[in-house]
């Protein structure tokens, strides 16, 4: 299967889109953690109707308006990881959810009692499709902006553009997401 490859400039800095023939597979900042993880060797830089759709999609987020339309997506990930980009997905524009009520609703929808907050976290930390999956969105139950694979800074300013306004939280001293 063909991967398709293109740059966009946003005003956080360049971001690298992939695609493949279903949807987009892949979005993230350059240097993020885990950039272009599990993108094929085998790609080619080109522009596609599904990579056209995303550029359009990020002019208007951007431009500090919530998109009217999502691109189709593709992501490629376990059953669990699925279950949680869905549930993010459902995260409206402006508004927050936290790791553990992305736990409760998964607990609910599989009839669980208990899981592991780690493998939420772990989900959320290795979403590849970044800001049209919005785990940007995702904060911690005691305030804290942790755990964006973009970096912190970039987490804030998505949530600013959002107008969700982020002197409610704080951000970690240490740790991997800054």
């Excluded at 493949?20 to 522009?47: C, I, M, N, R, V």
């Excluded at 109707?49 to 995303?54: A, E, F, I, N």
């Excluded at 691109?71 to 990930?77: A, D, K, N, R, S």
């Excluded at 919005?134 to 998505?158: E, Q």
């Amino acid at each position: 299967m063909m991967i398709y490859t293109q740059h966009y400039a946003s005003p956080l800095g360049t971001l690298l889109l992939a695609a493949d023939d279903g949807g987009l597979t892949g979005l993230w900042f350059e240097g993020a953690k885990y950039f272009a993880a599990g993108l094929s060797p085998e790609h080619t830089e080109a522009e596609t109707p599904v990579l056209r759709d995303t550029a359009r999609w990020l002019d208007l987020y951007f431009g500090g308006r919530a998109p009217d339309f999502l691109p189709e997506l593709h992501p490629i990930g376990s059953g669990f990881r699925q279950s949680v980009w869905r549930i993010l997905r459902g995260i409206p524009y402006g508004q927050t959810m936290t790791y553990g009520e992305i736990t409760a609703r998964l607990c609910t929808e599989t009839g669980l009692t208990h899981m592991s907050a780690q493998a939420v976290g772990g989900a959320v930390g290795h979403n590849p499709i970044s800001i049209l999956i919005p785990c940007h969105r995702v904060v911690g139950s005691n305030g804290s902006l942790t755990g964006y694979a973009g970096g912190i800074r970039k987490k804030l300013a998505l949530l600013e553009l959002e107008h969700i306004d982020v002197s409610r939280f704080t951000i970690p001293s240490s740790g991997t997401a800054l």
